[in-house]
Each structure stands twice: as C-alpha cells, then as structure tokens.
C-alpha cells in the first residue's frame, strides 16, 4: 500500500493534484489541512503535498498545519503557498516582490525532481514568493523574478512555485511522476480497481454490522456505481429507490427502474412524487431557490421511504452519488458558491438519517467512469451522458409549468433522436434543450407567429470542471433546428449556445 496525502491550504486546483497522483499509480487523498496526524499517518503513507492557497504566510490569520508532519521522515512537497509556508517555517524569507501570473519562462536545474523538464514554461498564479532560502535548502529551478523550485534532499524537503498540477504547465505531471518515484520511491501500482476495495473496506467501516443503506439512484453514472460499491460492502442491507419528480426526460423513470432490476439486479422502488414537486415549486423562478426546494424534498421523500423499511431500531445512512465538482460548485468555504448541487449544498441541515455514505466525494466524473467499467458496469450505462438530480428544473428558465415541461421535454428527445442517428453520443459529452422563456417573432405557413426559443447545449469535456462547446456538423444542427419547430408546438426560433465553462457553466441555472 503506498499512499500520499495532500493537505488543502484552500487553492482552487488542489483536488486536481490528488487526481494526478492516483493517475500516476499511487492512492491520493485531499485532506483538511486540519486533519488528524492519525488520519494523516493511516497505513502507506508514502509522502506529503501541501497545496496552493489564497493566504500570505506573514497575514495574522494565515492556514497552517500539524508541525509533526515535518518529523514524520516521509518527503513534504510544498506548491506554491505550500512551498512559501515551508520556506517560513525553516527560516526563509518570503516577500510580495515580484508578481507572476500564467505562461511564464523558467529555467531548470539539475535535480531529480525536475528531471526531464525542459527549460520552457511554466503556470504561475501568485503574488508572494520565496526570496531567501532557509538554511540547507538550494533553488532548483527559476524564473526571471522567482526562485521557482526547492529542494532539500537531507531533510527531504521540497518546493515548487508553480502549479503543475494544471494541463497549462507542460510535462508538468513529470514533477509528480519524479516525485513518486525519485524522490517517495513509489513502485506506482494502484488502479481504479484497488480503489473499489478501499472504497468497499471505508463503507463497511462506515455503515457496521447492522446498518442500513438507503440509495437515491437517479439513473446517471455516480449514483449508479456508489450503490454498486455499497452492495458489494453490505449486499441485501442496501435498497434503492429512484424517485420520479415530474421533471425526467421522456420515458426516463420507466426505462431507469427496469434498467436497474434488469441488468444490476438491483433492489430498487420507483417512487412517484410529481405532484408534491411541482406543487412546491411553483412560481418559483430564483434558480438558487429551485435548487434548495428539490433537495430539500428529495431528502423528504428519502426519509419517508426509509421508515417505511424501518425496524425495531436500526441505523439508517443515505447514499449519494456525490462526485467533486458537485462538492466545489456547492462552495467548500474557502472556495465559492457557483450553484448549489442539489446533492450537496441543496442538502437541508436536519435530516433523519444518521448519517451519509458518499464513496465518491473525492473523484472526477471520468474516474468515476473508469471505477464503473473497472467494477463491471455495464458500458452503456457508464458512458450515459450526465443528467442532473433537479432535472428539468434547471433548464426552464423562469417558473416551471406542465407546458414548458412538455415543451422540453419534446424538443430534448429531438436532439437526443438526432444525436444517436448522427453516431455522436459518446463524443459529445452532454447534451440537452433549454427552455429559453424568450419569446420572438417569426413567420410560419405565411402567418406571423409570436412564440418561444428553444436552446441547444452540446459541449465536450473530461470531468465537466471546464468544457468546450461541441463543434456539431451543420447538416446535424440544421435537422435539429428544423425537426424542433416542425414537430413542437409553440416554438419558433432555435438557437445555439457557443459558450465554454468558465465563464459559462453546462447548465443554464
Ligand atoms: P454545471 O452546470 O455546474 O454542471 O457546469 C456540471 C455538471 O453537473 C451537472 N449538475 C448537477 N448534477 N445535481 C446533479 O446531480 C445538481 O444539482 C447539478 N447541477 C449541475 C450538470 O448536468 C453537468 O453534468
């Protein structure tokens, strides 16, 4: 077992670094800086990253961590505030000298750290920097303003001013690569597969002898592979439930449930619970407050399910498919609030049950795939394309009517038609209609018409943290287009959306 662990000083990347290591062969978990040196220290520790943050070492209230993790003898990597927080913690100098952000030049020492980094360019993002080395420490790498990269190989200290863990750094993986197997000695043999075993242990350990695990399957890929782990860990312990809110694409709840029973075995019960959604959200057009009402009473409907189920007095825990971006959208705290994933910051506060189980809160939607196909997912199922807990909700901009749904629901089975004929659905990573609310003047069978615009969303992406906007053939977005306003009423205009994430994001609340 080989393990690293990466404390979080609250930097915008830092589950990213965690993600580069597990892809370079060694388990990786982001942990609070405030973590515990037993949680710390728990089997395989192999080494320590200390990320990125916003602080200056100097402010009064600037994030630390456990002193003990400098006596542990396991290599401390420290990046960018990492690196300026060891730097001052030995007695170096930190100042607010010279700023640097993005593309910028660097040249390489000779080290083992650095090996096989070319001179060229690296990703900067700071305003303080290291300007004088503690004792025993040497610069291994430089900008024009910066010493860019440290290196203490006694006390087997190390320090990188620039973030490689981000694709703009070229070869920047190779820092980490180095770092496992030069510096940490890592033999690089974990795969996703070792990751469902620790992921089944953690469950058991969670849930005990005796609890009982309700699963909120929604169809998609996450919540699909949580609930398989948690049958795996605790088998006929686990039921599932799959609840139709009244905002599923067409046909979607009925071909989900016999999915589940058919092809996963699953013990699953659809739930109808339209009236009570759509009862609630109605004339509410604030896409906060959407987002807040149907967590909120998913979480209702979850606990009435679970005392239906409910003896004597067991232990009931709620299983999510919560994946990390879902968790960094929702704001950590020190990140902030971009929209509130139903799952996470849509969650209410008081709930029943004693607890969650989130077995992939830690991981990006492709490793979360690959986990999936590594466990024996079926490939249909793993390569479906995402499709949010709010659902329609969040694609009908303004207040949500059984017209408008129809209406979507309509033109969204157009596309989703039209994309499959095309051969497109795994090379597009998602896709779906909005419901514009916008309403424009147009010309049909020599009459005017005064009547809504359908939006059209392709993008491509890996982990939906950034997405490119899907570059579909003409001849595709023409048929789209045309088949939308022959076929469904009251909609005129189609329109599509040519924004990338950031500064966009994939759905429009
Ligand atoms: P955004 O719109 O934030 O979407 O770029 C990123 C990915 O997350 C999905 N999404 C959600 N999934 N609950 C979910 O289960 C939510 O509240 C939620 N909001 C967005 C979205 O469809 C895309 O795949």
């Given at each position: 077992m080989e393990r690293i662990v990466v404390l979080d000083f609250g930097g915008q990347y830092n589950q990213l670094i965690a993600r580069r290591v597990r892809e370079l062969g060694v388990y990786s978990e982001l942990l609070p800086r405030t973590a515990s040196l037993e949680s710390i220290c728990a089997e395989g520790l192999s080494g320590i990253i200390l990320t990125g943050g916003p602080d200056s070492v100097y402010a009064p209230n600037a994030k630390t961590c456990p002193d003990s993790i400098f006596q542990l003898g396991v290599p401390v990597l420290g990046i960018c505030y990492g690196m300026q927080y060891i730097a001052h913690r030995f007695g170096g100098k930190i100042e607010a000298r010279a700023r640097e952000y993005a593309d910028t030049p660097i040249q390489m020492g000779n080290h083992p750290l650095t090996a096989g980094m070319d001179a060229g360019y690296v990703w900067m993002n700071h305003n303080d920097s290291v300007v004088e080395l503690p004792e025993g420490f040497s610069p291994i790498a430089e900008t024009e303003h910066c010493i860019a990269a440290f290196a203490n190989d006694a006390q087997r200290l190390y320090g990188i001013q620039f973030h490689a863990e981000v694709a703009h750094t070229p070869k920047g993986t190779l820092i980490f690569?180095?770092?496992?197997?030069?510096?940490?000695?890592?033999?690089?043999?974990?795969?996703?597969e070792n990751l469902a075993d620790r992921l089944i242990d953690a469950i058991r350990a969670q849930v005990g002898e005796s609890g009982r695990v309700l699963g909120a399957l929604s169809g998609g890929v996450d919540s699909t592979v949580a609930a398989a782990l948690v049958h795996k860990a605790i088998g006929s312990r686990l039921s599932c439930v799959f609840v139709d809110h009244g905002l599923l694409r067409h046909n979607e709840a009925e071909e989900v449930v016999a999915f589940y029973k058919d092809s996963l075995g699953l013990n699953i019960t659809g739930v109808n619970a339209k009236e009570r959604f759509l009862a609630r959200l109605s004339g509410v057009t604030e896409p906060e407050q959407k987002r807040k009402i149907i967590g909120t009473e998913f979480v209702r409907v979850f606990e009435e399910e679970s005392r239906k189920l409910k003896t004597a007095d067991e232990d009931w825990f709620l299983l999510q498919g919560t994946i990390y971006p879902d968790v960094i959208e929702s704001g950590t705290g020190a990140s902030d609030t971009i929209k509130s994933h139903h799952n996470v910051g849509g969650l209410p506060k008081d709930i029943e049950f004693c607890g969650l189980v989130e077995p992939l809160r830690m991981l990006f939607k492709d490793e979360v795939r690959a986990l999936g196909e590594a466990i024996g997912i079926p490939h249909d199922l793993v390569w479906r394309q995402p499709f949010p807990g709010p659902g329609l909700a969040i694609r009908i901009l303004g207040d949500i009517t059984e017209d408008k749904l129809s209406i979507l629901r309509h033109s969204d089975a157009i596309l989703r038609e039209e994309i499959r004929l095309a051969g497109l659905q795994e090379a597009v990573w998602q896709y779906f209609t909005v419901f514009t609310g916008m309403r424009s003047v147009g010309v049909m069978g020599d009459q005017r018409t005064y009547d809504y615009a359908i939006g059209v969303r392709a993008v491509t992406s890996t982990d939906a943290m950034t997405v490119e906007w899907a570059e579909l053939p003409y001849p595709v977005l023409r048929k789209i287009s045309s088949r939308i306003i022959a076929e469904v009423a009251h909609v005129n205009r189609v329109v599509y959306d040519i924004t990338s994430k950031p500064p966009g994001t994939i759905e429009w609340e």
């Amino acid at each position: 077992m080989e393990r690293i662990v990466v404390l979080d000083f609250g930097g915008q990347y830092n589950q990213l670094i965690a993600r580069r290591v597990r892809e370079l062969g060694v388990y990786s978990e982001l942990l609070p800086r405030t973590a515990s040196l037993e949680s710390i220290c728990a089997e395989g520790l192999s080494g320590i990253i200390l990320t990125g943050g916003p602080d200056s070492v100097y402010a009064p209230n600037a994030k630390t961590c456990p002193d003990s993790i400098f006596q542990l003898g396991v290599p401390v990597l420290g990046i960018c505030y990492g690196m300026q927080y060891i730097a001052h913690r030995f007695g170096g100098k930190i100042e607010a000298r010279a700023r640097e952000y993005a593309d910028t030049p660097i040249q390489m020492g000779n080290h083992p750290l650095t090996a096989g980094m070319d001179a060229g360019y690296v990703w900067m993002n700071h305003n303080d920097s290291v300007v004088e080395l503690p004792e025993g420490f040497s610069p291994i790498a430089e900008t024009e303003h910066c010493i860019a990269a440290f290196a203490n190989d006694a006390q087997r200290l190390y320090g990188i001013q620039f973030h490689a863990e981000v694709a703009h750094t070229p070869k920047g993986t190779l820092i980490f690569k180095n770092f496992l197997e030069k510096i940490c000695g890592c033999r690089c043999g974990y795969r996703p597969e070792n990751l469902a075993d620790r992921l089944i242990d953690a469950i058991r350990a969670q849930v005990g002898e005796s609890g009982r695990v309700l699963g909120a399957l929604s169809g998609g890929v996450d919540s699909t592979v949580a609930a398989a782990l948690v049958h795996k860990a605790i088998g006929s312990r686990l039921s599932c439930v799959f609840v139709d809110h009244g905002l599923l694409r067409h046909n979607e709840a009925e071909e989900v449930v016999a999915f589940y029973k058919d092809s996963l075995g699953l013990n699953i019960t659809g739930v109808n619970a339209k009236e009570r959604f759509l009862a609630r959200l109605s004339g509410v057009t604030e896409p906060e407050q959407k987002r807040k009402i149907i967590g909120t009473e998913f979480v209702r409907v979850f606990e009435e399910e679970s005392r239906k189920l409910k003896t004597a007095d067991e232990d009931w825990f709620l299983l999510q498919g919560t994946i990390y971006p879902d968790v960094i959208e929702s704001g950590t705290g020190a990140s902030d609030t971009i929209k509130s994933h139903h799952n996470v910051g849509g969650l209410p506060k008081d709930i029943e049950f004693c607890g969650l189980v989130e077995p992939l809160r830690m991981l990006f939607k492709d490793e979360v795939r690959a986990l999936g196909e590594a466990i024996g997912i079926p490939h249909d199922l793993v390569w479906r394309q995402p499709f949010p807990g709010p659902g329609l909700a969040i694609r009908i901009l303004g207040d949500i009517t059984e017209d408008k749904l129809s209406i979507l629901r309509h033109s969204d089975a157009i596309l989703r038609e039209e994309i499959r004929l095309a051969g497109l659905q795994e090379a597009v990573w998602q896709y779906f209609t909005v419901f514009t609310g916008m309403r424009s003047v147009g010309v049909m069978g020599d009459q005017r018409t005064y009547d809504y615009a359908i939006g059209v969303r392709a993008v491509t992406s890996t982990d939906a943290m950034t997405v490119e906007w899907a570059e579909l053939p003409y001849p595709v977005l023409r048929k789209i287009s045309s088949r939308i306003i022959a076929e469904v009423a009251h909609v005129n205009r189609v329109v599509y959306d040519i924004t990338s994430k950031p500064p966009g994001t994939i759905e429009w609340e």
